[in-house]
Structure formats: structure tokens, C-alpha cells
């Protein structure tokens, strides 16, 4: 079974950092652009960041750029978000989603991972 | 930054209705569309890609059309499961942007 499952969200401070991981099975990582999308209570989603099948081509949208970092270990089938100097406004639930292959869209999503942001 | 504007935000309708709800993007993105299901409390589902694909496993009442800056997605016949929130999603090699989504009521 094809299958994406989040872990490490919680309580941050202000300011503060915290690590996501995602571990996937099911179907061969190392072939996969994968990405972290999130999603503010109430609101809809917002994409955060994509990191291409070899690590190779990373991208990060503009309100996390140079705070957060995408990554992935295909050793581990897993990928990871570092996610430093939190702001109030990163409270959300973290989704890592698959890419499909070339014109297919995020086909595959975690089932999320809870991120609070407070002091 | 391209934009993605969904209409109507909400919707209501009865079962077996056609419904159509309509996204467009800020500037052309040809046909690199996507039409999202979330239902509360769980991950957004893939419906359509590239505009008009059918994702696999999605049923056939569901159908997108469109290209360049207008786009629609299509419920045949409105089912009691289709309730939830719909999104659009514009994806590119480098990003992704999300309309902000039509809650369809039933």
C-alpha cells in the first residue's frame, strides 16, 4: 500500500524550531518530487516546499524561505522539514504530499501532522 | 506571483445536480491545473490533474475542462459523498498555488 506518514509536530515557541519527517512506502521514493503543503486553521492550503526525486532541485515558497528547509534521505524512503525562527503564522497542519509522474499532480498525502506555534 | 480565484466560495445544491465550479489564474498557465476534495479534518484528495485528466480510482461524474486562465470542474450528478471543499491548484516545476476553495453544501 501506498502510503505517507507524518511525524514530529507539536508545541514550538516563538522563534524557536522544529523538525518534520515524513516516511513513505509502497513505491519507489528515489523516483519522486516530494513536498510539504500546509494548511492554517480554516484556511486552505498553502504549498511550502518541493525537493525533486535525487535531492537535486529544491524549491521554497517566499514566507518560509531562508527559515525552513526541505530534505530527503532516499536510504530512509523519508523526507524532512526543518522549520526554524517559528512564527505564530507557521501554526498549522503539515501535509508531505508525492508529486506524480510528469503531469499527474500530488496524487499521494500524509495524513498531517499538527504545528502550534505559541509562547 | 500568479493568483488562483475560485467562484462561487460556497455552494449549495440537492442530489442529482449538475454542479460547476469555476477557477481562474491571474495569467497563463496552459493546462497545468489541478481540482482538489478535502472533507473535514482529512488531506486534500487529488481529482483532476493537467486540467481534464480523471485521477485514477475518482469516480466519472467528476470531469475539469479548461486552459490558459479559465477552468472548470464538473459534478455530473451530485452524490451525498461530493460534500466538502473543492480546490484548484496551479503547479509548476518550481511552485504550487492554491485557490482559495468552494465549500459545497448538499
Known amino acids: 500500500e501506498v502510503q505517507l506518514v507524518e511525524s514530529g509536530g507539536g508545541l514550538g515557541q516563538p522563534g524557536g524550531s522544529l523538525r518534520l519527517s515524513c516516511a513513505a512506502s509502497?513505491?519507489?521514493?528515489?523516483?519522486?518530487?516530494m513536498n510539504w503543503v500546509r494548511q492554517a486553521p480554516g484556511k486552505g492550503p498553502e504549498w511550502v516546499a518541493s525537493i525533486s526525486g535525487s535531492g537535486s532541485m529544491i524549491y521554497h515558497s517566499d514566507p518560509v524561505q531562508g527559515r525552513f528547509t526541505i530534505s530527503r534521505d532516499n536510504a530512509k524512503n523519508s523526507v524532512y522539514l526543518q522549520m526554524n525562527s517559528l512564527r505564530a503564522e507557521d501554526t498549522a497542519v503539515y501535509y508531505c504530499?508525492?508529486?506524480?509522474?510528469?503531469?499527474?499532480?500530488?496524487?499521494?498525502w500524509g495524513q498531517g501532522t499538527a504545528v502550534t506555534v505559541s509562547s | 506571483d500568479i493568483q488562483m480565484t475560485q467562484s462561487p466560495s460556497t455552494l449549495s445544491a440537492s442530489i442529482g445536480d449538475r454542479v460547476t465550479i469555476t477557477c481562474r489564474a491571474s495569467?497563463?498557465?496552459?493546462?497545468?491545473l489541478a481540482w482538489f476534495q478535502q472533507k473535514p479534518g482529512k488531506a486534500p484528495k487529488l481529482l483532476i490533474y493537467?486540467?481534464?485528466n480523471l485521477e485514477s480510482g475518482v469516480p466519472s461524474r467528476f470531469s475539469g475542462s479548461g486552459s490558459g486562465t479559465e477552468f472548470t470542474l464538473t459534478i455530473s450528478s451530485l452524490q451525498p459523498d461530493d460534500f466538502g471543499t473543492y480546490y484548484c491548484q496551479h503547479y509548476s516545476t518550481y511552485s504550487y498555488t492554491f485557490g482559495l476553495g468552494t465549500k459545497l453544501e448538499i
Open positions: 509502497g513505491f519507489v521514493f528515489s523516483n519522486y518530487k
Open positions: 495569467q497563463n498557465v496552459r493546462t497545468w
Open positions: 493537467k486540467a481534464s
Open positions: 504530499a508525492r508529486k506524480g509522474p510528469i503531469e499527474a499532480g500530488m496524487d499521494v
